[in-house]
């Protein structure tokens, strides 16, 4: 699978001030950033400064930045999924995973991660590829934010929809063990049927058989 990466950027105009959303960025140009120290979601900053500027240079890893002059303010990551989880299991070199995506607290509710999802999804190769996201909401800010679980899933559904992803059931344990958590996908335009039944049947791997 060739990974072709085009790269965008628009300005987006903040109540804080001008914020450049762009990518997919290279891993020495990511590292050659400042990474803000308020985004500790999934890792502390150094380390996860260090990730994305590692799976930037994957063939099929895409980072997309929000920075502030020359510090990233909120990012998101597109690669392969984990070998460990079921999506992997499909050996699918065309299902590609909405990994990570993360905003400081000083620009949320800025549009900043809608923004982030729409400039990924103006790269005319994600037409190519099932993109996917798996939302648990033991990952989700609820005491920085002040939200309920409920609120929090609804901002998150609508942050994907602005990408293009839509919600889609499955019976994956982790995703069925809290009603909150939940599966979103997006099925590019010149994705095969084959490949379609595939994450079909990866979606729901434990139907009896009788």
């Not at 929809?161 to 009603?179: K, R, W």
């Amino acid at each position: 699978m060739e990974h072709k990466k085009t790269y965008n950027s628009v300005e987006l105009e903040t109540q804080h001030g001008t914020l450049i959303i762009e990518g997919p960025i290279p891993g020495k140009e990511l590292s050659e950033m400042d990474f803000h120290e308020d985004l500790v979601a999934f890792r502390p900053p150094a380390q996860q400064h260090k990730a994305i500027s590692e799976i930037a240079d994957l063939p099929e890893g895409r980072i997309l930045i929000a920075r502030e002059g020359n510090t990233i303010v909120g990012y998101v990551t597109f690669l392969y999924p984990d070998p460990l989880e079921r999506w992997s299991e499909g050996k699918m070199d065309n299902l590609i995973e909405l990994g990570a995506i993360e905003v400081i607290p000083k620009y949320r509710g800025s549009g900043v991660g809608k923004t982030l999802l729409k400039v990924s999804m103006q790269d005319d190769a994600f037409e190519d590829f099932i993109v996917i996201t798996t939302e648990y909401y033991w990952h989700w800010d609820l005491k920085g934010t002040g939200l309920n679980v409920w609120e929090y899933r609804k901002i998150m559904e609508k942050m994907m929809q602005a990408g293009g992803l839509e919600y889609y059931a499955t019976d994956d344990p982790e995703i069925s063990s809290h009603p909150a958590n939940c599966l979103m996908a997006k099925i590019g335009s010149r994705v095969d049927n084959e490949s379609i039944q595939k994450f079909d049947q990866l979606r729901f791997m434990n139907r009896y058989m009788y």
